[in-house]
Protein backbone atom coordinates (compact mmCIF):
# COMPACT_ATOMS: atom_id res chain seq x y z
CA UNK A 1 0.00 0.00 0.00
CA UNK A 2 1.09 3.69 -0.43
CA UNK A 3 1.91 5.95 2.42
CA UNK A 4 -0.61 8.57 2.85
CA UNK A 5 2.37 11.32 2.16
CA UNK A 6 3.99 8.99 -0.88
CA UNK A 7 1.37 11.13 -3.88
CA UNK A 8 -2.30 11.49 -4.33
CA UNK A 9 -4.49 9.47 -2.85
CA UNK A 10 -7.20 9.08 -5.48
CA UNK A 11 -6.77 10.05 -8.78
CA UNK A 12 -8.76 11.76 -11.66
CA UNK A 13 -9.51 8.21 -13.25
CA UNK A 14 -10.55 6.84 -9.64
CA UNK A 15 -12.84 9.73 -9.21
CA UNK A 16 -14.46 9.64 -12.29
CA UNK A 17 -15.14 5.74 -11.62
CA UNK A 18 -17.13 7.06 -8.61
CA UNK A 19 -18.88 9.47 -10.72
CA UNK A 20 -19.25 9.23 -14.12
CA UNK A 21 -19.90 13.23 -14.97
CA UNK A 22 -18.00 14.76 -12.34
CA UNK A 23 -15.34 15.35 -14.76
CA UNK A 24 -17.38 16.78 -17.45
CA UNK A 25 -18.97 18.65 -14.62
CA UNK A 26 -15.79 20.22 -13.54
CA UNK A 27 -14.92 21.30 -16.78
CA UNK A 28 -18.33 23.60 -17.51
CA UNK A 29 -17.71 24.59 -13.96
CA UNK A 30 -14.42 25.72 -14.41
CA UNK A 31 -13.14 23.68 -11.24
CA UNK A 32 -9.92 22.06 -11.26
CA UNK A 33 -10.65 18.50 -10.23
CA UNK A 34 -6.69 18.22 -9.50
CA UNK A 35 -6.64 20.91 -6.81
CA UNK A 36 -9.88 19.78 -5.32
CA UNK A 37 -8.03 16.27 -5.03
CA UNK A 38 -4.97 17.71 -3.53
CA UNK A 39 -7.22 19.95 -1.09
CA UNK A 40 -9.10 16.82 -0.11
CA UNK A 41 -6.41 14.70 0.70
CA UNK A 42 -4.55 18.01 2.48
CA UNK A 43 -7.81 18.05 4.83
CA UNK A 44 -7.91 14.69 5.20
CA UNK A 45 -4.63 14.83 6.75
CA UNK A 46 -5.50 17.85 9.18
CA UNK A 47 -8.35 15.45 10.03
CA UNK A 48 -6.30 13.11 11.09
CA UNK A 49 -3.19 14.86 12.65
CA UNK A 50 -6.01 16.29 15.07
CA UNK A 51 -7.17 12.57 15.87
CA UNK A 52 -3.40 11.54 16.76
CA UNK A 53 -2.77 15.06 18.94
CA UNK A 54 -5.94 13.47 21.03
CA UNK A 55 -4.93 9.94 21.61
CA UNK A 56 -2.24 8.45 23.86
CA UNK A 57 -1.23 6.36 20.83
CA UNK A 58 -0.69 2.98 23.30
CA UNK A 59 -0.69 -0.35 22.45
CA UNK A 60 -0.17 -2.61 25.45
CA UNK A 61 -2.47 -6.04 23.83
CA UNK A 62 -2.16 -7.75 20.79
CA UNK A 63 -3.82 -6.29 17.89
CA UNK A 64 -7.14 -8.64 16.41
CA UNK A 65 -5.74 -7.67 12.83
CA UNK A 66 -2.03 -8.66 13.98
CA UNK A 67 -2.09 -10.81 16.68
CA UNK A 68 1.15 -11.34 18.76
CA UNK A 69 2.84 -8.31 17.42
CA UNK A 70 2.86 -6.66 21.00
CA UNK A 71 6.32 -4.92 21.75
CA UNK A 72 6.89 -3.14 18.29
CA UNK A 73 5.58 0.12 18.48
CA UNK A 74 5.99 4.20 17.89
CA UNK A 75 6.44 6.23 20.38
CA UNK A 76 5.04 8.96 17.73
CA UNK A 77 2.93 8.27 14.86
CA UNK A 78 2.30 10.83 12.19
CA UNK A 79 0.94 11.03 8.67
CA UNK A 80 4.17 9.46 7.33
CA UNK A 81 3.44 6.27 9.12
CA UNK A 82 0.06 6.21 7.84
CA UNK A 83 -1.14 3.18 5.17
CA UNK A 84 -3.24 4.29 2.45
CA UNK A 85 -6.02 1.29 2.94
CA UNK A 86 -9.45 0.78 1.11
CA UNK A 87 -11.25 2.55 3.90
CA UNK A 88 -8.91 5.53 3.68
CA UNK A 89 -9.21 6.10 -0.10
CA UNK A 90 -12.77 5.79 0.03
CA UNK A 91 -12.74 8.79 2.39
CA UNK A 92 -10.85 10.47 -0.11
CA UNK A 93 -12.62 9.86 -3.03
CA UNK A 94 -15.67 10.82 -1.78
CA UNK A 95 -14.66 14.23 -0.01
CA UNK A 96 -12.98 15.29 -3.38
CA UNK A 97 -16.31 14.60 -5.05
CA UNK A 98 -18.18 16.47 -2.30
CA UNK A 99 -15.73 19.38 -2.72
CA UNK A 100 -16.42 19.48 -6.04
CA UNK A 101 -20.08 19.85 -6.16
CA UNK A 102 -19.97 21.88 -3.09
CA UNK A 103 -18.16 24.43 -5.23
CA UNK A 104 -20.50 23.59 -8.61
CA UNK A 105 -23.88 24.47 -6.17
CA UNK A 106 -21.90 27.17 -4.93
CA UNK A 107 -21.55 28.49 -8.49
CA UNK A 108 -24.68 27.81 -10.18
CA UNK A 109 -27.18 27.37 -7.10
CA UNK A 110 -28.46 24.04 -9.01
CA UNK A 111 -30.57 21.33 -7.40
CA UNK A 112 -28.96 18.70 -9.06
CA UNK A 113 -25.41 20.08 -8.02
CA UNK A 114 -27.11 20.17 -4.17
CA UNK A 115 -27.97 16.96 -3.91
CA UNK A 116 -24.63 16.05 -5.12
CA UNK A 117 -23.16 17.66 -2.47
CA UNK A 118 -25.16 16.27 0.23
CA UNK A 119 -24.94 12.67 -1.27
CA UNK A 120 -20.61 12.93 -1.16
CA UNK A 121 -20.70 14.80 2.21
CA UNK A 122 -22.73 11.67 3.96
CA UNK A 123 -20.62 9.06 2.22
CA UNK A 124 -17.43 11.08 3.22
CA UNK A 125 -18.52 10.54 6.94
CA UNK A 126 -19.49 6.89 6.56
CA UNK A 127 -16.53 5.96 4.51
CA UNK A 128 -14.55 7.79 7.81
CA UNK A 129 -16.48 5.69 10.23
CA UNK A 130 -15.69 2.58 8.32
CA UNK A 131 -12.05 3.86 8.66
CA UNK A 132 -12.64 4.17 12.27
CA UNK A 133 -13.76 0.72 12.72
CA UNK A 134 -10.94 -0.99 10.56
CA UNK A 135 -8.41 1.30 12.22
CA UNK A 136 -5.90 3.42 10.51
CA UNK A 137 -3.25 1.32 9.03
CA UNK A 138 0.07 1.92 10.20
CA UNK A 139 3.41 0.98 9.29
CA UNK A 140 7.12 1.33 11.84
CA UNK A 141 9.46 1.97 9.33
CA UNK A 142 7.84 3.56 6.40
CA UNK A 143 9.90 3.78 3.46
CA UNK A 144 9.05 6.23 1.05
CA UNK A 145 7.83 6.20 -2.94
CA UNK A 146 11.02 6.53 -5.12
CA UNK A 147 12.23 8.85 -7.40
CA UNK A 148 12.00 8.36 -10.98
CA UNK A 149 15.64 6.52 -11.53
CA UNK A 150 18.44 7.89 -13.67
CA UNK A 151 18.98 5.18 -16.81
CA UNK A 152 22.04 5.77 -19.38
CA UNK A 153 22.96 4.22 -22.48
CA UNK A 154 25.96 1.51 -22.74
CA UNK A 155 27.02 -0.28 -25.44
CA UNK A 156 26.35 -3.96 -25.89
CA UNK A 157 24.29 -6.39 -28.19
CA UNK A 158 20.88 -5.94 -27.61
CA UNK A 159 18.35 -5.11 -30.22
CA UNK A 160 16.97 -1.60 -30.57
CA UNK A 161 13.82 -0.97 -28.33
CA UNK A 162 12.52 1.37 -26.19
CA UNK A 163 13.29 0.25 -22.16
CA UNK A 164 10.46 1.39 -19.54
CA UNK A 165 11.72 1.46 -15.74
CA UNK A 166 10.98 1.81 -12.28
CA UNK A 167 12.66 1.53 -8.75
CA UNK A 168 11.09 1.07 -5.49
CA UNK A 169 13.49 1.28 -1.61
CA UNK A 170 13.61 -1.17 0.88
CA UNK A 171 14.21 -0.61 4.32
CA UNK A 172 16.49 -3.14 6.68
CA UNK A 173 13.24 -5.38 7.43
CA UNK A 174 12.90 -6.22 3.24
CA UNK A 175 9.77 -4.45 3.43
CA UNK A 176 9.54 -2.72 0.08
CA UNK A 177 8.34 0.75 -0.68
CA UNK A 178 5.91 2.24 -3.50
CA UNK A 179 8.08 2.09 -7.21
CA UNK A 180 9.31 5.01 -8.52
CA UNK A 181 7.29 6.76 -11.53
CA UNK A 182 8.02 5.09 -15.11
CA UNK A 183 11.44 6.59 -16.62
CA UNK A 184 11.96 5.59 -20.01
CA UNK A 185 14.99 5.51 -22.60
CA UNK A 186 15.05 4.97 -26.26
CA UNK A 187 17.96 2.71 -27.50
CA UNK A 188 19.34 1.95 -30.60
CA UNK A 189 21.12 -1.08 -32.09
CA UNK A 190 23.58 -2.93 -30.11
CA UNK A 191 22.91 -1.46 -26.76
CA UNK A 192 22.88 -1.90 -22.99
CA UNK A 193 21.69 -0.05 -20.40
CA UNK A 194 22.57 0.95 -16.53
CA UNK A 195 19.86 2.34 -13.63
CA UNK A 196 20.83 4.53 -10.89
CA UNK A 197 18.02 5.30 -8.46
CA UNK A 198 18.33 9.11 -7.22
CA UNK A 199 17.90 10.50 -3.45
CA UNK A 200 18.03 7.43 -1.46
CA UNK A 201 15.91 7.90 2.16
CA UNK A 202 17.94 7.42 5.17
CA UNK A 203 16.02 3.77 6.30
CA UNK A 204 17.10 2.47 2.58
CA UNK A 205 19.02 -0.78 2.87
CA UNK A 206 18.71 -1.76 -0.90
CA UNK A 207 16.76 -0.89 -3.65
CA UNK A 208 14.66 -3.36 -6.41
CA UNK A 209 14.82 -2.57 -10.76
CA UNK A 210 11.64 -3.08 -12.40
CA UNK A 211 11.96 -2.77 -16.06
CA UNK A 212 10.34 -3.94 -19.29
CA UNK A 213 9.93 -3.24 -23.21
CA UNK A 214 6.32 -1.94 -22.46
CA UNK A 215 4.85 -0.30 -19.63
CA UNK A 216 2.32 -2.89 -18.82
CA UNK A 217 5.22 -5.81 -18.64
CA UNK A 218 7.52 -4.35 -16.25
CA UNK A 219 8.92 -6.71 -13.99
CA UNK A 220 11.97 -7.35 -11.56
CA UNK A 221 15.15 -8.01 -12.93
CA UNK A 222 17.40 -8.16 -9.82
CA UNK A 223 17.71 -11.48 -8.33
CA UNK A 224 18.60 -10.12 -4.95
CA UNK A 225 17.86 -6.77 -3.49
CA UNK A 226 20.84 -4.33 -4.82
CA UNK A 227 22.75 -2.62 -2.27
CA UNK A 228 21.98 1.53 -2.08
CA UNK A 229 25.54 2.45 -3.41
CA UNK A 230 25.43 0.37 -6.30
CA UNK A 231 24.00 1.12 -9.94
CA UNK A 232 22.56 -1.72 -11.54
CA UNK A 233 23.31 -3.23 -15.43
CA UNK A 234 21.44 -5.43 -18.10
CA UNK A 235 23.45 -8.47 -18.32
CA UNK A 236 24.07 -9.35 -21.66
CA UNK A 237 21.04 -12.08 -21.87
CA UNK A 238 18.55 -9.61 -21.45
CA UNK A 239 15.40 -8.40 -19.72
CA UNK A 240 14.39 -10.98 -17.60
CA UNK A 241 10.82 -12.42 -16.05
CA UNK A 242 10.02 -11.29 -12.54
CA UNK A 243 7.26 -10.32 -10.35
CA UNK A 244 5.35 -6.54 -10.97
CA UNK A 245 5.85 -3.99 -8.76
CA UNK A 246 4.63 -4.48 -5.71
CA UNK A 247 1.58 -2.03 -4.18
CA UNK A 248 3.92 -0.78 -1.32
CA UNK A 249 4.19 -1.53 2.49
CA UNK A 250 1.37 -3.56 4.33
CA UNK A 251 0.89 -1.85 7.65
CA UNK A 252 2.47 -3.58 10.60
CA UNK A 253 -1.05 -3.15 12.48
CA UNK A 254 -3.96 -1.24 12.44
CA UNK A 255 -4.53 1.69 15.48
CA UNK A 256 -7.84 2.99 16.69
CA UNK A 257 -8.16 6.61 16.85
CA UNK A 258 -10.54 9.11 18.41
CA UNK A 259 -13.61 10.24 16.21
CA UNK A 260 -12.67 12.15 12.78
CA UNK A 261 -14.82 15.39 11.63
CA UNK A 262 -14.97 17.13 13.89
CA UNK A 263 -16.32 20.13 12.12
CA UNK A 264 -20.15 18.95 12.91
Known amino acids: MALFTDASISTLDQIALQDTGVLD ?6 IDAAAKIALA ?4 GVEMASAISRSAFSRTTPSSWWPGSVGTSLTSLTLTNIAVTPPLRLWHTFHTLE ?10 LNDRYLSKWKEYQDLSKWASIMLLQ ?16 EIDLLSGSLPATTYYV ?5 NASGEEGMASPVASINAPDHNSVQVKPKKPPTNAASWNLYAGTAVDSI ?5 SPVNVDQIWTMPPSGLAQGCNPGQGQEPNYFSQLPRFLQRG
Open 41 to 44: QEEL
Open 99 to 108: LIYRDAYGTQ
Open 134 to 149: TGIGVVLNPIVIADSP
Open 25 to 30: VASTEG
Open 166 to 170: QVAWL
Open 219 to 223: MLQNA
